[in-house]
């Protein structure tokens, strides 16, 4: 788990929060009535932290958004970093994420499905060091990836069960 900062602006005033947000803090603290006017939190963004940009750059980007994402980031297991948490809306969706991420797993320093299909196989049976030359992994790490559901990523492999 990790938090999301934005600092939003209106007018002269600026302030950070950390997600969820509070309607009536901001209302209050930038003077907005929202009763009267409702912008966009985009037209009041001015910096974020770990909110990747594809989140933000979307249509109808609402404040419930905001609150959404901030509540999904508080449910992640604990491997998934900020960095993740990007890469991975490059390869699926945030209701994706929100609904399976607790059932993958995790292989950290991996950088290829041949790296893969090594450390499964070297974790269940004995292969002696004579033949691991012998062996092709990138081709057999591609088998494995026709097999699974498999997220490459710069930090390792994610396996989506």
């Known amino acids: 788990m990790f938090e999301i900062t934005v600092t939003l602006a209106h ?13 009536n803090e901001v209302s209050n603290d930038l003077g907005i009535d929202f009763d009267l006017v409702d912008p ?3 037209s009041l ?3 974020y932290e770990n909110i990747p940009r594809c989140l933000i750059a979307r249509p109808f980007f609402g ?4 609150n ?7 449910n992640l297991p604990d491997w998934i970093t900020p960095d993740i948490f990007e890469e991975l809306l490059e390869h699926t969706t945030l209701s994706d994420i929100e609904q399976n991420a607790e059932y993958w797993e995790f292989y950290e320093g991996l950088e ?14 004995d292969i002696d ?7 092709d992994w990138e081709s057999m790490g591609e088998d494995v990836a026709l ?6 990523l710069n930090e390792g492999i994610v396996l989506a069960i």
């Open 11 to 23: 007018g002269e005033k600026v302030k950070e929060y950390t997600l969820p947000l509070d309607i």
């Open 40 to 42: 966009e939190p985009i």
């Open 45 to 47: 963004l001015v910096d």
């Open 63 to 66: 404040w419930d958004d905001l």
């Open 68 to 74: 959404h994402i901030a509540e999904v980031v508080d």
């Open 112 to 125: 290829s499905m041949g790296d893969f299909a090594r450390e499964v196989v070297f974790d269940s049976v």
């Open 129 to 135: 060091t004579l033949l691991e030359p012998y062996i």
């Open 147 to 152: 097999e699974g559901n498999f997220i490459v």
